[in-house]
C-alpha cells in the first residue's frame, strides 16, 4: 500500500487535472493500473493519452470510468477472439466448403451483380474506360474448370 501511495503522490504531481484529489482517493481509483505493476511514469503517460483539454469537475470519477471503460473494451475484444467450441480438428483445411453448392450461388450472384452494376454504370455513362468489361472478366474467372471441378 505505501508503494500505491508513494506511486500515486508522484501521478498526482505530473497530471495537473488531479491534483486537487485526495491523495487515498487517487490511490483507490488508480489501484488497477497500480495492480498491473506500472510505475509513476506509465500511469501519468496514460492518463495524459486521453487527451483531456478540459477538467474534470471530479478527476477521480473520470478515471474511475475511463479505465472501467476501457476493462470493459479488453473484455469485449477478448471474448471476440476467440469462437465459442471451436475445433481445430473439425475445422476443413483452407478455401474448402462444407457446402460447394452455396458458394457456388454466391459466387454466381456476384456475377450477375457485377454485370447488372456495369450496365447501370454504363447507362450513366461512367463506364470502365477499358476495353473489357468487368462482368465479362468476372464470368470468364467464374467459368475456369479449376473451380467448376472444385465447386461442382
Known sequence: MQRGIWITR?????VQWTQGV?????EYVLR???DAGLDAHTIAAELHSWMLT???ARPAEYIRVQLARQASAEHTAAALETPECWDNDAVPGAFTAPR???VRSVLDGLAAGMARYSARQAEQGLDDLTDTAAASEMAAFLNI????GALA
Request: charged fraction near 35%; glycine fraction near 0%; aromatic fraction near 8%.
Open 10 to 14: 508522484q501521478v498526482r504531481a505530473r
Open 22 to 26: 485526495r491523495l487515498r482517493r487517487l
Open 100 to 102: 460447394r453448392d452455396l
Open 32 to 34: 488497477p493500473l497500480l
Open 145 to 148: 474448370t479449376a473451380w467448376t
Open 54 to 56: 478540459w477538467r474534470p
